[in-house]
């Protein structure tokens, strides 16, 4: 099955720094890597998605990357403010036609922590 | 439109109690999830619904059974709570077909002594 490794497990920024988290992924028919975060005793919540025919894509302070052929993605902040505190999870997901379902598989997060 | 909503929000239970976790979401959506949280392990599917009258196992089904009660409730069921299921649990909905966006409830704190 697919399996997700993400780096760090946490960092500390400076308010106004950028952040970069980093994920790998096994399974080379993968072709959706969400994005969540979750802020302290809630669920998590989708904050940007790239599929497998795109190599980057961009929100205002959030982008996220694609590398097929190195089987990786990461999440860049830019401006970085307090409430980007959180933990971040990356996910990836095989397509429907081999068999995927809907069925995501999570790395094991990074606390992102921003100073002032 | 409340989303993904989950009862109860704490448990403690002794080993061998079981309990019923509900779920339930009013987006319409046509499949539903359930996840385990542990430290350092990220989110973990226990099972999933991806319509009404389907269910199918995930990566942790050991310990647990699943209800799909109709298209808006998704029910978890503990039979023999032990140990090692003390987590926190997240109940998630999403429309099927192409689109994939996961939408999470709120969790329930589960302690097993």
């Known amino acids: 099955g697919e399996n997700v490794e993400q780096h760090p497990s946490t960092l500390s920024v400076q308010e106004g720094d950028s952040a970069v988290i980093k994920c790998t992924y096994s399974d080379s028919a993968s072709n959706y890597f969400p994005w969540y975060k979750q802020e302290l005793g809630k669920g998590p919540q989708l904050i940007i998605d790239?599929?497998?025919?795109?190599g980057e894509k961009k929100d205002q302070r959030i982008a996220v990357t694609l590398n097929k052929t190195a089987k990786h993605f990461s999440l860049h902040i830019t401006e970085t403010q307090p409430e980007d505190s959180a933990v971040y999870f990356c996910?990836?997901?095989?397509?429907?036609?081999?068999?995927?379902?809907?069925?995501?598989?999570f790395g094991t997060g990074t606390q992102l922590k921003v100073e002032l | 439109n409340a989303g993904v909503t989950q009862t109860p929000k704490f448990q403690v239970l002794k080993t061998g109690q079981s309990m019923t976790l509900q779920c339930a979401q009013d987006m319409n959506h046509n499949s539903m999830y359930w996840y385990r949280q542990d430290p350092g392990m990220g989110l973990r599917l226990i099972y999933y619904?991806?319509?009404?009258?389907?269910?199918d196992k995930g990566e942790v089904p050991n310990g647990y059974n699943v209800s799909r009660l109709n298209k808006r409730e998704f029910s978890l069921r503990l039979e023999s709570a032990a140990p090692s299921q003390t987590s926190v649990y997240f109940c998630?909905?999403?429309?099927?077909?192409?689109?994939?966006?996961?939408?999470f409830g709120p969790g329930t704190r589960l302690t097993v002594t």
């Open positions: 790239i599929r497998s025919n795109v």
């Open positions: 998630a909905s999403s429309v099927a077909g192409t689109i994939y966006e996961q939408y």
């Open positions: 619904s991806a319509s009404e009258g389907t269910t």
């Open positions: 996910a990836a997901r095989r397509g429907l036609l081999t068999g995927g379902g809907n069925k995501l598989t």
